[in-house]
């Protein structure tokens, strides 16, 4: 019983996503799940990252947590248009479902965007669980992070398109073996692009920029 109750759930979701999916495409958007558990910086690595895309690709994001809207208000300053989601008020879901973004995305105007973030719940297992409608996946670990995360997490390294190993301006002061952090994230999943950068410096995220950009320019060419 619990196996079908689960599948229904999921199987709604998945009918919610593809619906999605329909729209973003018919309004040429690339949309960009970001995914880490919390901590990892994943909203100063937005703030950065969207700094750098604009004005070239015009941005927005939409924001899950489950309460407040401090990481929304951070990245409105960007100029870009941000939506927050609390899932406090759909019972604290600890990640975001198709149906939510889309009541969320249709206070955007997806025809003035060319990438949509998400920047998901901070939770390295429930996201990857769920389809959202989106073109691609990123997940966020940091160095202040065990290196075992992959290996602990497997389903959300193996669900995503790229890798960020961010605050690595740290590493000269901890104990922390980047290149096990690295093997694990292949061992999950061979071949993944793994970009380390320290999103409060700037060090190291031009590539990741890069990848970013080149997926939007080619969604665009699919037109």
Same mark, same amino acid.
């Given at each position: 019983?619990?196996?079908?109750?689960?599948?229904?759930?999921?199987?709604?979701?998945?009918?919610?996503?593809?619906?999605?999916?329909?729209?973003?495409?018919?309004?040429?958007?690339?949309?960009?799940?970001?995914?880490?558990?919390?901590?990892?910086?994943?909203?100063?690595?937005?703030?950065?990252?969207?700094?750098?895309?604009?004005? @070239?690709?015009?941005?927005?994001?939409?924001?899950? +947590? !489950?309460?407040?809207?401090?990481? &929304?208000?951070? %990245?409105? =300053? $960007?100029?870009?248009?941000?939506?927050?989601?609390?899932?406090?008020?759909?019972?604290?879901?600890?990640?975001?479902?198709?149906?939510?973004?889309?009541?969320?995305?249709?206070?955007?105007?997806?025809?003035?965007?060319?990438?949509?973030?998400?920047?998901?719940? @901070?939770?390295?297992?429930?996201?990857?669980?769920? +389809? !959202?409608?989106?073109?691609?996946? &990123?997940?966020? %670990?940091? =160095? $202040?992070?065990?290196?075992?995360?992959?290996?602990?997490?497997?389903?959300?390294?193996?669900?995503?398109?790229?890798?960020?190993?961010?605050?690595?301006?740290?590493?000269?002061?901890?104990?922390?073996?980047?290149?096990?952090?690295?093997?694990?994230?292949?061992?999950?999943?061979?071949?993944?692009?793994?970009?380390?950068?320290?999103?409060?410096?700037?060090?190291?995220?031009?590539?990741? =920029?890069?990848?970013?950009?080149?997926?939007?320019?080619?969604?665009?060419?699919?037109?």
């Amino acid at each position: 019983m619990e196996i079908k109750i689960v599948r229904k759930v999921l199987g709604v979701n998945d009918a919610n996503a593809l619906r999605n999916r329909e729209r973003f495409a018919d309004n040429n958007v690339f949309v960009l799940n970001v995914m880490s558990s919390p901590g990892s910086g994943k909203t100063t690595l937005l703030e950065k990252t969207i700094a750098r895309l604009m004005p @070239g690709i015009r941005c927005g994001v939409i924001v899950g +947590d !489950i309460c407040t809207a401090n990481d &929304a208000d951070r %990245l409105a =300053v $960007t100029g870009v248009p941000v939506v927050q989601v609390n899932t406090d008020a759909f019972g604290g879901d600890c990640h975001l479902a198709a149906h939510v973004i889309e009541k969320a995305s249709e206070d955007l105007d997806l025809s003035a965007l060319d990438l949509l973030i998400v920047e998901n719940v @901070g939770n390295l297992v429930c996201p990857a669980e769920f +389809d !959202i409608g989106e073109n691609a996946r &990123a997940v966020v %670990l940091s =160095v $202040t992070e065990g290196e075992d995360k992959p290996v602990k997490y497997p389903l959300m390294f193996r669900e995503c398109d790229a890798a960020v190993l961010n605050k690595t301006d740290l590493l000269p002061y901890l104990d922390y073996d980047r290149e096990a952090a690295v093997g694990y994230i292949h061992e999950v999943h061979p071949g993944m692009p793994v970009f380390e950068l320290s999103a409060r410096t700037g060090d190291g995220l031009d590539p990741w =920029v890069d990848w970013i950009r080149e997926r939007v320019r080619e969604k665009k060419a699919e037109g």
